[in-house]
């Protein structure tokens, strides 16, 4: 796991290929497809943020995809679009953007509407 501890700042992109932890200051584009994300509590991101999944402890400016799953903590601040499959905000979180929850997969697949089945379907009843 990588950590960027309090007193480091950086500008630019950013990617990698483990799990990491922002502490510090990130100006730029984190890209963590395949790993987690965890904005700290004295994490500030101004970055468009991808990743396998995304915590948010601190504060992001930005838009976040999250592959998987999105989590924003009670002291978590986000002010931008949050994109996932699971979103889960705590109590007393902050969470300013629009929010689109789609299926993990193929983009095309997930845009066609869905055939009514058995088990999606609404039940209707004769009444008497």
Known sequence: MANIGKSISIRGDLTGNEDMVIEGQVEGKVDLPNNQLTVGADG??????????VVVVGRVDGNIFGLERIEIQAT???????????LVVAEG???NGAIKMSQQGNRAESAKPEKATAATSPEVRKAG
């Open 44 to 53: 500030k991101v101004k970055a468009e943020i991808h990743a396998k999944s």
């Open 93 to 95: 979180a902050q969470l």
């Open 76 to 86: 978590g601040r986000v002010e931008g679009d949050v994109t996932a499959p699971k």
